[in-house]
């Protein structure tokens, strides 16, 4: 399966848009990027996620570089709510198996 | 729409016990997860379900995991005995056909001392 890289930890201030990078450098075809995140003591939650086109929905943004190797995940107005533990993922197809990596814990400060 | 159910939250026992967890999908979801997240990493999948039927078990430490679906809805994970390492959370998921997107329960905290 194709492995994802994001930075271990991130910050951010409260109202502010944050920018949460991944790079998936062996991506194939048919690879479908995921995002989840999980808030703490809880279960991961689903974000969002793209093939080859931009997304966006309620939660977020999904940016996927033209050559498909890396995608940014965009909060446009980051709170206290959004901290939490942010997973980028491949699948190999839509509803393919999630191998979760360590994520990037952002923090939100007030 | 209700949530994944799981129990027990927490769970305590000594090594060599056994214990079992039992998870309730979101109704008419036909595929359903067990993962294990032991701390400070990302989950894990265990074994994938399909309606009753086994998926993927790949990563299932079948020596002392065993894990059933039956009537395609409710599932329970057993561990036999129990090993120090098995101190985790123990996460459900479950997912519909038609529709991209898991939804996870609240996982159930294992301990063993």
């Known amino acids: 399966d194709a492995k994802t890289t994001q930075p271990n930890s991130m910050e951010s201030n409260e109202e502010e848009p944050v920018h949460l990078p991944c790079n998936h450098s062996t991506i194939s075809g048919t690879d479908y990027i995921h995002w989840y995140r999980q808030l703490p003591s809880q279960g991961p939650e689903y974000v969002i996620h793209g093939l080859t086109s931009n997304v966006n929905n309620r939660m977020a943004s999904l940016a996927i570089a033209e050559d498909r190797k890396s995608s940014t995940l965009i909060l446009h107005r980051a709170t206290l709510r959004d901290a939490a533990v942010y997973y980028c993922i491949l699948s190999w197809g839509s509803q393919g198996n999630l191998i979760f990596g360590k994520g990037t814990k952002l923090s939100v400060k007030p | 729409e209700a949530g994944v159910a799981q129990s027990p939250r927490y769970k305590i026992i000594e090594k060599r016990q056994s214990v079992a967890f039992w998870c309730n999908p979101i109704?008419?979801?036909?595929?359903l997860y067990w993962y294990q997240q032991i701390l400070g990493q990302g989950p894990k999948l265990l074994i994938q379900?399909?309606?009753?039927?086994?998926?993927?078990d790949s990563q299932l430490p079948k020596d002392r995991f065993s894990a059933e679906r039956l009537k395609g809805v409710d599932s329970t994970l057993k561990i036999q005995p129990a090993k120090l390492e098995d101190s985790a959370v123990y996460l459900c998921?479950?997912?519909?056909?038609?529709?991209?997107?898991?939804?996870f329960g609240p996982g159930t905290r294992l301990t063993v001392l």
């Open positions: 109704s008419g979801h036909a595929t």
């Open positions: 998921a479950s997912s519909a056909l038609s529709r991209v997107g898991q939804f």
């Open positions: 379900f399909q309606n009753n039927g086994v998926v993927d």
